[in-house]
């Protein structure tokens, strides 16, 4: 294999991920820019990078947002249009489905709080 010879400068950090990477991953520094580059190809191709990705799930979130207002207005019409028996069992539902969503809030901030431990 012919070589040529790299005329920019790499930075000292850049020299210095370069050097972990080839001990990490036990190849030459050639094969990790080339996958560094054949990875950023990818990411152009895909069209899926991290802003998009990140813009994708903010339009997710909105449109959940959406339902639970949706949700929430739908609740309050049909409570005030019912009578008194059928407004206690929608408080009673209410508040079983307040305490499920709190407990399940929990538990996913546990599950986060697990995660962040992890890494």
Known sequence: MSTIPFSARLKPEVISRLRVLTKAK???VNDVISSALDALDREKKSGNSVPDRVAFLENCLAGIQDLVILFS???EEK???ASTVERERMKSLYKLLDIKISEHDEAEELRFANLNKAF
Request: glycine residues 0%; charged residues 45%.
């Open 73 to 75: 207005e739908k609740l």
């Open 79 to 81: 409570f005030s249009e």
């Open 26 to 28: 036990k190849v030459c």
